[in-house]
Structures are given as C-alpha cells and as structure tokens.
C-alpha cells in the first residue's frame, strides 16, 4: 500500500513563509519531494491538506490561486507514476517512485521534451527533421499563445482544440496533417520513456495523407523553359537553371543538389548519396549538365554547383536561403513562359516521374532513378499523373453507348 500527502512545514522564524512538500509513504519509508511553493502558516488548511486561497481582490490571490493549481497537478502527477510503476512491478520501493516521479519532472514540459529530441536529431546529422520538429513546435506554442504545456495536459480535448486552430489558420489537411504527426510521434516517445501513461488524444484528429493537385508539368513545358531567355533579370536564368539540373538529374532534390561535391563527379559519373535516406546514386553525366556547370564561374569551394558559395559554418543557411530565392523566381518564370502550372523546384521531381511513366517507363525503375525506398513512394508522386488519359478512356466507353 503507497500514501500519497501534501504537507505543509512551518518557518522556525516568525513572520517567515514555510515550504509545502509531498509525502510518499511505501512499506513503513517515508520519502519526501519538495516543491518551490512557500506560503504563511494562515494560508495553508491542514485538514484539507491544501492551499487556501483569499478572495480574488487581494494581493496574493494570483500567487496562492496558481500555486494550489500546480500543486494539484504535482500530485497527480505524483500519484500517477505510483500506478505505472505498480502495474509494471511487483516489488518496488519508496525511492522506485521517487526516481520515477523526478524522471517525469525533468521534461515534463513539451517545449522541454521535443527541444531535447531536436538537439538529438542535429548530433546524428538529421538536420532537416530537426527543423520540422522545430516549425512543428514553434506552431503549437504559437496556438498557445507562448504558453508552453505539459506532456501529461496533451489530452484529447487539447489536440482537437489545435486542430480547430490550424483549420481556422486556412491550412491544407496535408500541412495539418503534418503538424499532427510530429506531435504525435513526440507524444508516443515520451509513453516509451515511461514520462507520461498514453491516453490516445490523436484518435480523432486528420493524421493521413491527402492526395494533392498535380504537380508536374509535360514535356512541352520543360522545352518552354530550357529555351526561354533571359536579359533584364539574372536570377531568373539561374532559377531556370537549377531547375533543369533537377529535371536532368533524374529529380534530384534540391538539398542534395546543394552539397553535391566536385569529387563526386569522376569519369562521367555523378555519385552522391540522398540526405534524405542515404541511399546512393549514380548519374550518367550528360552534355546538358556540363552546360549548366560552364554556364557559372568555377565554385572556389569543395562544392559543384553555384548554391553553397562559402564553407564558413552556414551553409546550411545558404542552402534554404537560395531555394526560397529560387522558388520565389520560378513563381515569375511561370508568368514569363505563360504556364498553367505553378513552378518550383519540387515540380522538376515530380516532372521527371510523370514524364519518365508516359514514356512507358516501369515504375520500378522510375523509382530506382529517384531514389525512393519502394514503389509505393512513387506511388504517390504518381497518383495524380495525367487524368486526361483517364479521360480519353471514359469518352471511349462512353461513345459505344
């Protein structure tokens, strides 16, 4: 049998506040937490064993009000990890829960808990995920309104209320999806790190994906732009131009595009590895490639393409500088050359899939061309690709009515 108390201990000096602490008594031992809450003899109620509070026009009203709060969730808290260790244990002792109940404490926060995977992320060079946990976090305390939460207050009522939130924000489903995910999965590590007892808040929010408007764009547009020129505004070539390297390099991502090294060309094949998976590719080197390259002064770095032009310890903010630049001038491109479809740089890899699958490429070695780990990843790059042909088939169908 395990008590659980609330106890108050009284200053030996007159006039001085004393210190509220919580009692855990487990097989005859006496434990003891203490807590930052310090209030005078007159304030504390013995009998209820709790915090009493004035009436709300005094001055310590708002001290007392949100100590007897964080009070109460203590010793939930305290009570909670009582029932977890007993359902796991059969044995155990006083200092069993102590250590357990502190364990929660120490990131007990969700600003406290996802900020400790993030800096787990960046030691395992996982730069990128960081980042979306970061975007992640930062919208929730944004929803918050800079109020930070604790892992064991993320119940249903709250996830759903952040889910209202992000609808009202006029975010796509996919765009909350994402958030919801990452949120989720920091929920589910902090239950496997025993910091909280899982309650299934996500079960009624969207967690899947949606199936997005096309992004690709035919072949005839890729001819558009490669022949499209270019005089008044310079940065607008070499927008078009990282964009065809994409297309050229089988949809090569942008990120990896931007670390590519000039030693991973050699003999006419261009070697690197996806950030995003580790995978490795190989790439014939095709005449259109060296083009682009001698189309740019050499790169005084280690680095083959004009994207990362210093090795000063930023170049991570080099990277997403230039694709946020290039992505704002294939925005105007898409006006130059009159396209119906939106560019980015995200269109070249799904241009090249689309493409590549009209031409009656498998979709196995579509896939391994882009690096993806199965098929169903190109699946999805492919779910959308060319309705017309549907279309044209459903207007032969109906024809023989």
């Known amino acids: 049998m395990t008590s659980v108390k609330v106890k108050f201990r009284p200053s030996g000096i007159q006039g001085k506040t004393g210190s509220i602490f919580l009692q855990i008594i487990h097989r005859r031992t006496v434990r003891i937490q203490k ?24 001055e310590r009203f708002l001290v007392l009000q949100r100590y007897r709060q964080a009070l109460t969730q203590d010793l939930s808290r305290l009570k909670e990890c009582v029932n977890d260790i007993a359902r796991r244990r059969t044995s155990f002792s006083a200092d069993d829960i102590l250590k357990h109940y502190r364990n929660r404490i120490k990131n007990n926060t969700l600003s406290s808990f996802m900020n400790l995977i993030i800096q787990q992320l960046k030691e395992q060079g996982r730069v990128r995920t960081s980042e979306t946990y970061q975007c992640a976090l930062d919208r929730f305390i944004r929803f918050r309104e800079g109020e930070d939460i604790g892992l064991d207050e993320i119940e249903q009522d709250v996830v759903e209320a952040y889910e209202s939130y992000l ?10 999806s994402f958030y919801m995910r990452i ?20 079960r009624h929010v969207y967690t899947g994906i949606e199936k997005t408007i096309k992004r690709a764009v035919p072949i005839r547009v890729i001819k558009n732009i490669k022949e499209e ?79 990362i032009m210093q090795t000063n310890g930023k170049e991570r903010l080099q990277y997403r500088n230039s694709l946020t630049l290039i992505n704002r001038k294939l925005k105007t491109l898409s006006s130059l050359i009159r396209s119906p479809y939106p560019l980015s740089m995200y269109v070249a890899r799904h241009s090249w899939a689309s493409i590549a699958k009209s031409k009656n490429i498998p979709i196995s070695i579509i896939s391994e061309g882009m690096g993806h780990d199965s098929e169903s990843t190109t699946q999805i790059y492919l779910a959308s690709w060319d309705t017309t042909v549907v279309d044209r088939a459903n207007h032969l169908i109906l024809n023989e009515l």
């Not at 609808?167 to 909350?176: D, F, M, Q, V, Y």
């Open 183 to 202: 949120l989720r999965a920091t929920y589910n590590r902090a239950v496997e790190k025993e910091l909280i007892t899982q309650r299934h808040p996500f």
């Open 167 to 176: 609808k009202r924000e006029k975010l796509s489903l996919n765009t909350i």
């Open 35 to 58: 807590t930052t809450y310090k209030i005078y003899p007159n304030e504390w109620d013995g009998h209820a064993a709790n915090i009493i509070c004035p009436l709300s026009g005094t």
């Open 229 to 307: 020129t270019f005089q008044s505004d310079c940065s607008i070539g070499y927008a078009r131009d990282m964009f065809l390297f994409s297309f050229y390099t089988r949809g090569m991502s942008f990120v990896d595009m931007a670390y590519l090294k000039k030693k991973d060309l050699h003999k006419g094949i261009l070697t690197y590895r996806r950030k995003k998976t580790g995978q490795q590719l190989c790439i014939k080197w095709e005449p259109c490639m060296q083009e682009i390259i001698d189309k740019y002064p050499t790169n005084s770095t280690e680095y083959l393409l004009p994207i």
